[in-house]
């Protein structure tokens, strides 16, 4: 191996894993000065330092709407994405910091050890692989705190329920919750598809509570069905095989602050804040529930008709 | 202690296990994806440290710590876990050590090789 292919430059190198240590424990403002070399420690440098951006600006963004959501009501919704976002960049922020020592254990010892380029440059693989992961995740995090235009735009149902799934499938996987979801892909409703996403994932964290409180570890099954129902109507059907509700329960269930979760793990606002969402969409969501069998929430939205299909 | 010391890494991350066993490759490793699996090991083999995470799908990796200690008498046990949360009173007396991913790997090289001067001292 010539001596031109060690080409690692150190301090430049430590100055990366510094700044990337640096986020590990939080601090999100340090960037990494590129130099003119434009090689693979500079893209990794840019890489980190448009993560480490894009971290702040949303972390910031985060802040800002934590303390305008209580007033929306958006807190349930948000707590449950907070916490799943921090567990879930945590993996990712391991295998990337984990690997960025070895390179630079790696460099610290090539004079009495020379480096093993194919090591390296897996180790690299994985170090991208895991920012990528990172940034997929943060782009969720994006659609999800984005704020919601007052406006409803025809919209396809089965995306908005898929991302919905997207934000908190961790946490069902881990429940061993399985899900089971039929909904037709070409129905078309004309919603605000944030405001709809807050509702689904309120709806499925219920669901995933009500199964843990029956089944413990064992798991349990979510269903979500869509379905044209008439002509001007279309109903999404999210149901599960949990720990269900008395009558006295279910019919309490969509006023503010009705919780039946011990103190500190519901706000008693995520069923209201969704009922209110559906009835600005035009809709009704209702609900039928058998206690130690399960229960079904049931949301009709008027169907969107394109104006070409109206006039037809 | 009779050749290399034995270390067992429980995470549901393949990657994290990947990260583990190579950070450690100077050891004999073995890892498991869940408590189920990792149980299956710990009856056939005896091990020094046990590296596991608490949260993962299946049985709780408490009950993983417990069973360990019976069937690896003398283990010791360090948690990683993502999961920023109070130690739970019964666990202070069973884990040697608490880290929080994401973890520096000399801090978790640091607790093992610690934890395993005390096995050899006592």
């Given at each position: 191996m010539?001596e031109?292919?060690?080409?690692?430059?150190?301090?430049?190198f430590?100055?990366?894993?510094?700044?990337?240590?640096?986020?590990?424990v939080?601090?999100?403002?340090r960037?990494?000065?590129?130099?003119n070399?434009?090689?693979?420690?500079?893209?990794?440098?840019h890489?980190?330092?448009?993560?480490s951006?894009?971290?702040?600006?949303?972390l910031?963004?985060?802040q800002t709407a934590?303390?305008t959501?209580?007033q929306?009501?958006?807190?349930?919704?948000?707590?449950?994405?907070?916490?799943?976002?921090?567990?879930?960049?945590n993996?990712?922020?391991t295998?990337?910091?984990g690997?960025?020592?070895?390179?630079?254990?790696a460099?610290k010892?090539?004079?009495?050890?020379?480096?093993?380029?194919a090591?390296?440059?897996s180790?690299?693989?994985?170090?991208?692989?895991?920012?990528n992961?990172m940034n997929?995740i943060?782009?969720?995090?994006?659609?999800?705190?984005?704020?919601?235009?007052?406006s409803?735009?025809?919209?396809?149902?089965h995306?908005?329920?898929?991302?919905?799934?997207a934000?908190?499938?961790?946490?069902?996987?881990?429940?061993?919750?399985q899900?089971?979801?039929?909904v037709c892909p070409?129905?078309?409703?004309e919603?605000?598809?944030?405001?709809?996403?807050?509702?689904?994932?309120?709806l499925?964290?219920n669901?995933?509570d009500?199964i843990?409180?029956?089944?413990?570890?064992k798991?349990?099954?979510?269903?979500?069905v869509?379905?044209t129902?008439?002509?001007?109507?279309?109903?999404?059907?999210?149901?599960?095989?949990?720990?269900?509700?008395?009558?006295?329960?279910r019919?309490k269930?969509?006023?503010?602050?009705?919780?039946?979760?011990?103190?500190?793990?519901?706000?008693?606002?995520g069923?209201s804040?969704s009922?209110?969402?559906?009835?600005?969409?035009?809709?009704?969501i209702t609900?039928?529930s058998e206690?130690?069998?399960g229960?079904?929430?049931?949301?009709?939205?008027?169907?969107?008709?394109?104006?070409?299909?109206?006039?037809? | 202690?009779?050749?290399?010391?034995?270390?067992?890494?429980?995470?549901?991350?393949?990657?994290?296990?990947?990260?583990?066993?190579?950070?450690?490759?100077?050891f004999?490793?073995?890892?498991?994806?869940?408590?189920?699996?990792?149980?299956?090991i710990?009856?056939?083999?005896?091990?020094?440290?046990?590296?596991?995470?608490?949260k993962m799908?299946?049985t709780?990796?408490?009950?993983?710590?417990?069973?360990a200690?019976?069937?690896?008498?003398g283990?010791?046990v360090?948690?990683?876990t993502?999961?920023?949360?109070?130690v739970?009173e019964?666990a202070r007396?069973?884990v040697s050590?608490w880290i929080?991913?994401?973890?520096s790997l000399q801090?978790i090289?640091?607790?093992?090789?610690?934890?395993?001067?005390?096995?050899?001292?006592?």
């Amino acid at each position: 191996m010539s001596e031109e292919k060690v080409c690692f430059d150190r301090a430049r190198f430590e100055a990366v894993l510094d700044v990337i240590e640096s986020m590990a424990v939080g601090d999100l403002e340090r960037q990494i000065p590129l130099t003119n070399e434009r090689d693979e420690l500079d893209a990794l440098a840019h890489g980190v330092n448009v993560l480490s951006s894009e971290l702040l600006y949303r972390l910031r963004e985060l802040q800002t709407a934590q303390s305008t959501v209580i007033q929306s009501g958006k807190l349930a919704a948000l707590g449950e994405v907070s916490s799943g976002l921090a567990h879930e960049l945590n993996n990712p922020l391991t295998i990337v910091c984990g690997y960025l020592e070895h390179i630079h254990a790696a460099i610290k010892t090539a004079s009495v050890s020379p480096i093993d380029f194919a090591e390296i440059e897996s180790h690299f693989q994985k170090v991208e692989r895991n920012l990528n992961r990172m940034n997929v995740i943060i782009r969720h995090i994006m659609e999800f705190a984005r704020e919601s235009k007052p406006s409803k735009e025809p919209t396809m149902l089965h995306e908005v329920i898929q991302r919905s799934f997207a934000l908190i499938s961790e946490q069902l996987r881990l429940k061993k919750i399985q899900v089971e979801t039929y909904v037709c892909p070409a129905l078309i409703a004309e919603i605000n598809a944030s405001k709809m996403e807050q509702v689904f994932i309120n709806l499925l964290s219920n669901a995933r509570d009500a199964i843990v409180e029956a089944h413990g570890d064992k798991g349990g099954k979510i269903r979500v069905v869509a379905r044209t129902v008439s002509n001007s109507e279309l109903e999404i059907e999210i149901s599960d095989n949990g720990i269900g509700m008395t009558e006295e329960t279910r019919s309490k269930i969509f006023n503010p602050f009705f919780t039946t979760k011990e103190v500190g793990r519901g706000t008693g606002l995520g069923l209201s804040i969704s009922h209110g969402i559906v009835q600005d969409h035009g809709g009704s969501i209702t609900c039928v529930s058998e206690r130690a069998k399960g229960t079904a929430f049931h949301i009709r939205l008027p169907r969107y008709s394109s104006p070409e299909t109206a006039s037809v | 202690m009779n050749g290399k010391p034995r270390l067992l890494f429980v995470d549901d991350e393949p990657e994290i296990l990947e990260l583990l066993t190579y950070t450690f490759r100077d050891f004999d490793t073995d890892t498991a994806l869940n408590t189920d699996a990792a149980l299956e090991i710990l009856r056939e083999k005896h091990f020094d440290v046990l590296v596991t995470d608490i949260k993962m799908p299946g049985t709780p990796g408490f009950t993983l710590i417990d069973s360990a200690r019976k069937l690896s008498p003398g283990i010791v046990v360090i948690v990683i876990t993502g999961h920023h949360q109070e130690v739970p009173e019964e666990a202070r007396q069973k884990v040697s050590q608490w880290i929080l991913k994401p973890f520096s790997l000399q801090v978790i090289r640091g607790a093992v090789l610690r934890s395993l001067e005390k096995t050899t001292e006592s």
